[in-house]
Structures are given as structure tokens and as C-alpha cells.
């Protein structure tokens, strides 16, 4: 006959390894999301430079992320949902503060760390793509203005909405219809 298992001593155990996989899986996320943000960076220098060569590089490069980012998706859906089960958070209140709020530590530091350090490139990179969306616009509005100048005005085509279907009456129309 067996001892019996002291279940105490199970919970916070598990506790901890669900702790260290969640911190790893941030972490993982946060150079991600560095890498976001040196390629942003490369495309803003590319785009000033007209190096359309490198532009397409770092395109290229965060498409690659992007599609890293979204495979990554479904282990952190699972890592939230068996976090909210060991620590009594539900998955509509399951938050990042809510699993800080209820970790020990060392983990509640380390979670925090990475929280704020997740925060502020996030940050870094919306004001990038922001910045680099404002140039690259500039400079299509200026191709555009030296086109007309050269060609003439070029010939109103019929633009369809985002989903494709009619017409677009608005000022942000798809391009192609639902049939290419």
C-alpha cells in the first residue's frame, strides 16, 4: 500500500511550474516584440533611404514574426486558461494583473518585469508604425503629385467597399471587387 499524497504540497508545486512556463512564454513573447520593433526601425530607415530592397526585407522579415506571433496564439490561450483554473481566475477576468495579484514570489516580480518591459516596446512600436505610416503616406502623396504634373490626372476607376461587394461611397474603398 501506498503513502498517501499530501495534495498541499501538489497544488503550489504545480503552481510553480505553471509560473515558470508562463514567465518563459512571455519572455519568448517580449524578444518577439524587440524584433518587431528593431524591424520596424529597419523599415523606417529604408523607407527614408528609398531602399526598396530593404524595405522588402524587413517586410518580409515581420510577416514572418507576425505569423510566429499567431501560431504562438493557441499556447498562450491554453497557458491562460490553465492559469485561471490553479489560481481562480476566471477566463472573462482573466488578466495579467489578476495573475500578478495572486503569484508569490519570485514570480510576481518577474511577471511584473516582463509586463512593463512588454508595455514599453509595445509602446516603442505603435509610435514607430505610426511615424513610418505617416512618411510612407507623405511620400505616395508626393509620387502621386509628380505623377499628375507629368501624366495629367489620372481617370476616376469605380472603387468597391472592404468587403468587395458595391460600390464604395466612402473615402476608404477596397480596390478590387470580390472578383479580383
Not at 140 to 147: G, T
Not at 158 to 168: I, K, L, V
Request: overall charge positive; glycine content about 6%; charged content about 30%.
Amino acid at each position: 500500500m501506498s503513502a498517501p499524497v499530501n495534495t498541499s504540497k501538489v497544488e503550489p508545486m504545480h503552481q510553480a511550474r505553471l509560473l515558470d512556463s508562463c514567465c518563459a512564454q512571455l519572455e519568448t513573447e517580449l524578444a518577439r516584440q524587440a524584433r518587431v520593433l528593431e524591424l520596424c526601425k529597419e523599415q523606417g530607415r529604408a523607407a527614408r533611404a528609398r531602399d526598396i530592397d530593404a524595405l522588402d526585407r524587413a517586410t518580409r522579415a515581420l510577416t514572418a514574426l507576425a505569423q510566429d506571433g499567431i501560431r504562438a496564439e493557441g499556447e498562450r490561450l491554453a497557458m491562460t486558461a490553465r492559469l485561471g483554473a490553479a489560481f481562480g481566475i476566471s477566463a472573462a477576468e482573466f488578466r495579467m494583473s489578476a495573475l500578478i495579484a495572486r503569484a508569490p514570489e519570485p514570480w510576481r516580480a518577474r511577471l511584473v518585469r516582463t509586463q512593463a518591459a512588454l508595455k514599453d516596446t509595445l509602446t516603442s512600436t505603435r509610435r514607430l508604425v505610426d511615424a513610418n505610416g505617416r512618411h510612407l503616406r507623405d511620400g505616395m502623396r508626393s509620387a502621386e503629385r509628380i505623377l499628375a504634373e507629368v501624366f495629367g490626372a489620372a481617370p476616376q476607376v469605380e472603387a468597391y467597399d472592404a468587403d468587395g461587394q458595391r460600390p464604395s461611397r466612402d473615402g476608404a474603398p477596397a480596390v478590387l471587387n470580390v472578383a479580383g
